[in-house]
């Protein structure tokens, strides 16, 4: 049995299955983020989130898979009975991007949909997360890089009903350096502002929050951006404050079997010390607070 401390994960997602009384904890194997090779994705199980057992394998990259390396921010989402992987992936030469899987539970193992990432191939893109707008219709929301674009960028892309392949073009949400708290990162020589793990989250009032990532005076940091319309496309206003500024990041949000709303994110962000934390959470309004 582990421990949260046991557990070296980055970009951690909890699904809760209530049929099974468990949560799967999804991430990337943080021994094997920033290196040229993945072995594939696992996941962890636990009751009451402080035990688990694991890692159990949920996606084991094919003969003929295109890519070969950061295998990151693993997330899985029911969509229409079925169990969806939204994962990122890159190979040399080829631009990061966001891949959809499909499995029959939240076990795995997970197969790709298509053959491709549904984000644009010329994109340097991470970090996929499913939204479902009022009408039913699904939504890939993801990060359009730093490292392109120097000022990192959040995107929203229509998918097919059946989450193959992308409907139409991206739609610029926001950029980086519109929240205030943001901070410019020079990284080996090159300069910008991040854009990491966009997390929608519906508020009971009705409006849309989402969370997002980047740096800021405390080291990796948790924002919020609000969506004035209630809709996907915004327009998104940046809140002064970041919701968290300890050097963790990373984050989504769920609810547990008993109701409780927690936070999810990875501290430290330095690479090996990264383990999942789980934090309550409440909401104020039109906004999220840590408690």
Request: proline letters at 8%; aromatic letters at 12%; one cysteine or more.
């Amino acid at each position: 049995m582990l421990k949260n401390t046991d557990i070296n994960i980055r970009d951690p997602f909890v699904l809760p299955v209530l049929a099974e009384k468990q949560y799967y904890l999804y991430g990337t194997t943080g021994s094997e983020t920033w290196t040229n090779f993945a072995s594939g994705l696992d996941h962890y199980t636990s009751t009451d989130l402080q035990n688990w057992e694991g890692p159990f394998p949920t996606f084991r990259p094919p003969a003929n898979f295109w890519s070969d390396r950061n295998f990151w921010a693993p997330e899985v989402h029911v969509y229409r009975e079925r169990f969806y992987l939204f994962a990122t992936f890159k190979a040399e030469g080829v631009c990061r991007g966001t891949q959809i899987l499909t499995a029959d539970g939240p076990q795995g193992p997970f197969l790709p949909v298509s053959e491709e990432p549904v984000t644009p191939r010329d994109w340097e893109c991470l970090d996929g997360t499913l939204f479902v707008d009022a009408n039913d219709q699904p939504w890939i929301v993801f990060c359009h890089e730093w490292v392109q674009v120097g000022d990192g960028e959040v995107c929203a892309l229509r998918l097919s009903d059946d989450l193959t392949s992308a409907v139409g073009q991206p739609h610029l949400l926001f950029r980086a350096s519109e929240a205030p708290w943001s901070q410019e990162i020079n990284s080996k020589g090159r300069k910008g502002y991040v854009t990491d793990g966009p997390a929608l989250h519906r508020l009971a009032n009705g409006e849309l929050i989402m969370l997002w990532s980047s740096f800021g005076a405390g080291g990796y940091t948790v924002g919020i951006a609000r969506s004035a319309s209630g809709d996907i496309l915004g327009p998104w206003q940046q809140m002064p404050k970041p919701l968290y500024a300890g050097d963790g990041g990373h984050c989504m949000v769920f609810h547990t079997f008993d109701g409780q709303l927690l936070l999810a994110f990875h501290r430290p962000n330095r690479t090996p010390d990264e383990r999942p934390q789980f934090v309550p959470l409440r909401e104020t309004g039109s906004l999220v607070e840590i408690i």
